[in-house]
């Protein structure tokens, strides 16, 4: 069973940015929607509301950086790159400043439809020089990236999952490392954010089937702990790729760039959302539909094993449902 803490982040922002007087916490009109209104009510001195006006929130957090104050961005993924892409570029990457964007409700962790799932972020992202990117997969992670974004010399992104989280992990995030779960000889699979909780699920069932899976997990995803993917690729049957994002520019555009660079000849099969938008829907019928849950997984090992495994849904431990949280709140999606 599954442990899953309720709103981590709350929890671990107000331990964090209290101990540090000088970080600022930024809003943009979403402040209970990023868990960060608790922090506003008790500590006003660290606060400030920046309305909806999220190009301007960008630009005045450069400012604040500059100044030598510790502004942490808070608002929806979608909300700090592509509205005000122009801000982030000339007022923090070009400056290189130490700005934290944390961005909420990535991919497709939303029913709000387009408007609201930043599917294509991890790409824009990695492209903008001085961009540091990181994405949280579980509670532990959620808890512990503070400290791991704070300490990077220069602008930072971080996909933030917000909520009921899964405990995965008992170790904190670590900085370009990625984490090994399973070892095995046959294939190498490749998961990031709320598709290693999906990936876990197949893996358990596909090592029934005798298949030899090598899990490992990203949560640093640019830069990249290139040396760990190589090691683990090698002697592979095949690469599989699993990521919340769209599969251009993301985990397994990286993957398939080492490959390539590093002439390792093996398969890659990319899961994610292949040149489409989603729509509004629960997490668990998107990942289904969109083909990013555990069956969409077993049945690309299959494809790199040539070899059907006889898994079906009933053999995955079940889906695991979150509270909606739009039901208790409509305005915050």
């Known amino acids: 069973m599954v442990d899953i803490v309720n709103r981590p982040y709350a929890t671990a922002f107000e331990t964090f940015a209290t101990a540090r007087p000088e970080v ?41 950086a500059m100044q030598g104050y510790r502004p942490f961005i808070h608002t929806f993924a979608v909300f700090l790159y592509r ?3 122009d801000q982030l570029i000339n007022s923090i990457a070009y400056s290189n400043r130490k700005v934290r964007m944390m961005g909420f409700l990535p991919g497709i962790t939303t029913p709000g439809g387009i408007t609201h799932q930043a599917i294509e972020d991890i790409a824009v992202m990695r492209a903008i020089p001085n961009m540091t990117v990181l994405e949280t997969g579980d509670a532990t992670e959620v808890e512990t990236v503070l400290e791991v974004a704070d300490s990077i010399d220069g602008p930072v992104y971080v996909r933030v999952l917000r909520g009921q989280v899964p405990r995965l992990f008992s170790t904190p995030f670590e900085f370009n490392r990625l984490r090994t779960l399973s070892a095995g000889d046959d294939v190498l699979v490749l998961t990031s954010g709320v598709c290693t909780e999906e990936a876990l699920r197949a893996t358990a069932a596909l090592s029934e089937k005798g298949v030899g899976v090598h899990h490992l997990h990203a949560s640093t995803l640019k830069p990249f702990d290139r040396e ?3 090691d683990a690729a090698r002697g592979k049957k095949g690469v599989v790729t ?7 520019g993301g985990l397994g555009t990286i993957a398939a ?3 390539a660079e590093e002439g390792l000849g093996v398969k890659l099969r990319r899961l994610g959302l292949n040149d489409t938008f989603a729509h509004g829907a629960s997490k668990p019928y998107l990942m289904k539909k969109y083909g990013l849950d555990a ?12 070899h059907e495994l006889d898994i079906t849904d009933d053999a995955l431990e079940a889906v695991r449902l979150d509270a ?6 409509a305005e915050a999606l």
Do not use: W
Not at 41 to 57: I, T, V
């Open 257 to 259: 760039e080492i490959i």
């Open 242 to 248: 699993l990521e919340n994002h769209i599969i251009t």
């Open 295 to 306: 069956i969409a997984l077993v049945r690309a090992i299959e494809d790199v094993l040539d």
């Open 228 to 230: 760990t993917f190589i």
């Open 324 to 329: 909606v949280h739009s039901a208790e709140k």
């Open 83 to 85: 509205r005000p892409y």
């Open 24 to 64: 600022m916490c930024l809003s943009a009109d979403l402040t209970s929607s990023c868990e960060v209104d608790g922090f506003r009510d008790r500590h006003p001195d660290q606060f400030l509301s920046m309305g909806m006006a999220e190009q301007n929130m960008l630009s005045f957090a450069g400012g604040l």
